[in-house]
């Protein structure tokens, strides 16, 4: 058996353990195998890793639950304890759930194309996802990331893109290099706040457990156990997508996504994401998937949209 801490902070520990501790005594009647003991503002959790996980990941909900609405019922600890069941089952027999974001909502692979996504990341520590946008790439992406962070199969997750600008200048964007960056980095924030509770996520982003930085922070580092995503990948140089690619250290895997239709490189520089692909196909341990307008899963609109462009490019 392993011992995990959990602080509980800017919470009533009345208003949140119940009285006499009777939140704390559902949720370990739920887990008859670990102990759950409250000291103060701390639970110590004493169990196997895959309880301590589930157990871990009830308490954080809570958590969030409790910083929206200021209270913790018994009613909301059993739904809890039920949704992180339901979730544990359905990923030991192997379903399309990824995991469950933070509204309950099951997140899975909806298309042929994102279930071939899912089992390439299985099978090899480097793949290039390659579509039009609407397709998922980014967003099934970083769920996969999440799960693995959630199954301890990773210590981190690194999420990169380069900071090119489509149509602006950055230099004439207010503030500092971070507050010019996140704009860029805004579908990645969207994505984790949909899979993590606010809380854990500000826990995990201020400790690194989870970083979001521009590709220039990549170079001269090795990106050891980490769960690595580089996003917009068309708009690398070469030298960019060769310096990412080996940065990979041991026990990391690493996502490549893009579209290469939306290349906003100068004119006269090419993709280092469309070498990379042609240089590294075939190569043993890199998937590589090309998703099409099929996979398009935002408003139906997008998929005539992507069709109209494409007409229009082949015939000008």
Avoid at 129 to 140: D, N, V, W
Avoid at 195 to 219: D, G, N, S, V
Avoid at 246 to 273: A, C, E, Y
Wanted: zero cysteines; charged letters at 25%; glycine letters at 6%.
């Amino acid at each position: 058996m392993i011992e995990k801490i959990i602080t509980l902070e800017n919470v009533s520990l009345v208003d949140f353990l119940g009285i006499e501790n009777k939140n704390i005594a559902e949720l370990a009647a739920a887990f008859p195998k670990s102990r759950i003991v409250a000291r103060g503002n701390q639970l110590m959790v004493k169990g196997s890793t895959d309880e301590i996980v589930q157990i871990d990941d009830i308490v954080q909900s809570l958590l969030d639950h409790f910083h929206r609405f200021g209270r913790i019922t018994e009613e909301n600890v059993l739904n809890y304890i039920s949704r992180e069941k339901e979730i544990t089952r359905g990923e030991a027999s192997g379903e399309d759930l990824i995991l469950h974001g933070t509204k309950g909502t099951p997140i899975k692979a909806k298309t042929p194309n994102q279930q071939k996504l899912v089992q390439l990341v299985k099978e090899n520590d480097l793949v290039f996802a390659l579509g039009p946008a609407g397709t998922g790439k980014t967003y099934i992406s970083v769920a996969l990331a999440v799960r693995a962070l959630k199954n301890k199969q990773v210590k981190k997750i690194i999420i990169t893109r380069p900071a090119v600008e489509a149509g602006e200048n950055l230099g004439f964007l207010p503030g500092d290099l971070k507050e010019k960056i996140d704009p860029y980095l805004r579908p990645i924030y969207d994505g984790l706040n949909d899979m993590i509770p606010f809380e854990k996520l500000q826990y995990y982003m201020e400790r690194e457990i989870i970083e979001i930085a521009p590709l220039a922070f990549m170079r001269g580092r090795t990106l050891h156990n980490a769960f690595i995503l580089l996003d917009e990948a068309q708009n690398t140089t070469p030298m960019q997508m060769k310096m990412v690619l080996t940065r990979m250290g041991p026990d990391s895997k690493m996502i490549v996504t893009g579209d290469v239709s939306q290349v906003d490189l100068p004119r006269k520089q090419s993709s280092g994401l469309h070498e990379a692909v042609n240089i590294l196909k075939g190569v043993k341990g890199i998937g590589v998937i090309e998703l099409s307008e099929k996979d398009v899963i935002r408003h139906k609109l997008v998929r005539d949209i992507i069709d109209a462009y494409a007409k229009k490019e082949n015939n000008p």
